[in-house]
């Protein structure tokens, strides 16, 4: 298991956020297994934002072009091919002063994951875990662009939430 020193979370919050649960406590563990699920063997860096709906709408127009919010946006700092494989370290972005592989930027709408959390009928905790993983494999150089990579995203994600056993029941 990853410890908290080989992992470094710089958290923004725009917006002021209120759940029944510690949310960077949440982030933290989603992100940590993350990477302990695919067998991250660098030290990381992750930056979260923790936004509402009308800022994540206007970071879609401006980086995808598209005018609508969304749930989560993920902004890679590498190219990782094949998804998963961290062994080709030269085509890897490394903070200089760390040296932690730098794995990018997840930016979470918490209005989305409110909304969501109450269509999809379980907790706030699970969506705001389940978008964490899902940004995490994107950052990982995972994608849903077809049907086969889509299926493939699908079962990670429920593999690193069932390893911390966060489901759609609690």
Do not use: W
């Not at 980086?63 to 609508?68: G, L």
């Not at 903070?95 to 592989?101: I, Q, R």
């Not at 709408?109 to 706030?124: F, R, T």
Request: proline share 4%; with cysteine.
């Amino acid at each position: 298991m990853r410890g908290c020193d080989t992992l470094n979370i710089y958290f923004e919050e725009e917006i002021d956020v209120d759940f029944d649960f510690d949310v960077k406590t949440i982030l933290t563990s989603v992100i940590e297994e993350s990477l302990d699920y695919l067998n991250c063997p660098y030290e990381a860096e992750v930056n979260v934002l923790l936004t509402d709906n009308e800022s994540i709408k206007a970071i879609n127009k401006e980086q995808r072009n598209i005018d609508n919010p969304t749930d989560v946006l993920s902004f890679p700092m590498n190219e990782i091919k094949p998804p998963g494989n961290f062994d080709d370290e030269d085509s890897l972005c490394f903070n200089p002063e760390s040296g932690e592989l730098i794995l990018g930027d997840i930016v979470i709408s918490i209005d989305k994951v409110k909304e969501q959390a109450k269509l999809y009928n379980h907790s706030e905790l699970r969506e705001i875990a389940f978008l964490t993983a899902h940004s995490m494999l994107h950052l990982s150089g995972f994608d849903h662009i077809d049907d086969s990579e889509r299926k493939v995203m699908e079962e990670k994600q429920k593999d690193i939430l069932e390893r911390l056993n966060i489901t759609r029941d609690n």
